[in-house]
């Protein structure tokens, strides 16, 4: 199989088959990532799929899900992403679903017809990293759309019956921001309806553009508490069917998993029991810098 430099995946894609379709990120300039600071974008040839694809039929005939990797791998036109798709389902006939990481513009890009294809190809439950359901704060961290934005990429996903997940960066409005921010997320999400909910801190990762803003005065990092309390501030504000709520990334203070609606409370019950657990000279201090995670 073929990998160039660090392959990064949801914590909840352990069980996929991760099959190289590009190099590094299509965007790569988020304020807050060292994901792919260091590899050139580029797409694998195709010949190089097809035997990565021949390889885990061999390998791993059984597998019954696949997860294209790295970046944004939704960046790749239709056609050649309904061609992956078939190139698997003749060799690996067990594979149900294909998902990979995917960014607003790149579903964009994509007709309506193109993302009912997609979805009939069994691509499903593609991850989104929305990360923000305020405008000033996805300008911040140079996501390159707007809340809007989102808005309309989501309903035409669900119009073409196209499951999807999406990642939610808690505290990156900064601390005086807690509840304005976690109001804005919350009701961004009950909109969007998404299959699962990833929720982490905001990283300070070293070589982003992000621990210079720190540095200069110009971001105000949120402590371990201040995260906790819009995490849990956000959890109160949903109001979703039938949704995962993940919050179990090595960066989470408390980590939790549990069913919407009908986990919430036990949920928050955790959170509140998790924070009130943690000495307060840890809740005072910022996060855990440099844990890598998976929120594009």
Request: aromatic content about 8%; some cysteine; proline content about 6%.
């Amino acid at each position: 199989m073929h990998y160039d430099g660090m392959t990064f995946r949801p914590p909840y894609e352990a069980r996929s088959l991760l099959l190289q379709v590009t190099r590094g990120c299509s965007h790569n300039a988020c304020t807050f990532c060292s994901m792919y600071r260091d590899v050139n974008f580029a797409v694998s040839p195709l010949e190089e799929i097809v035997d990565d694809i021949a390889e885990a039929a061999w390998a791993y005939p059984q597998v019954r899900r696949v997860f294209l990797v790295n970046g944004d791998a939704f960046c790749l036109p239709a056609d050649a992403l309904l061609n992956i798709a078939e190139i698997i389902h003749e060799a690996l006939p067990n594979v149900q679903t294909i998902g990979c990481y995917a960014r607003i513009p790149n579903v964009a890009a994509k007709t309506d017809e193109e993302l009912a294809a997609l979805a009939a190809a069994g691509y499903d439950n593609i991850n989104i990293g929305v990360e923000s359901g305020l405008d000033d704060v996805l300008a911040f961290m140079n996501k390159g759309y707007t809340v809007e934005e989102a808005r309309r990429q989501f309903a035409r996903l669900h119009a073409a019956g196209l499951p999807f997940n999406v990642n939610i960066i808690n505290a990156a409005a900064g601390p005086k921001r807690i509840a304005e921010h976690a109001a804005a997320n919350a009701a961004l999400v009950n909109e969007a309806q998404p299959t699962l909910i990833f929720v982490s801190p905001l990283h300070v990762d070293p070589g982003t553009p992000l621990v210079g803003l720190i540095e200069r005065g110009a971001f105000e990092e949120c402590t371990l508490g201040q995260y906790l309390e819009e995490e849990i501030t956000f959890l109160e504000g949903l109001e979703l069917d039938d949704c995962v709520f993940f919050g179990a990334h090595v960066s989470n203070p408390v980590p939790v998993t549990g069913w919407l609606p009908r986990d919430k409370q036990a949920l928050l019950s955790a959170l509140r029991d998790g924070m009130a657990s943690i000495p307060r000279e840890q809740l005072d201090a910022h996060p855990a810098k440099g844990a890598e995670g998976s929120l594009r």
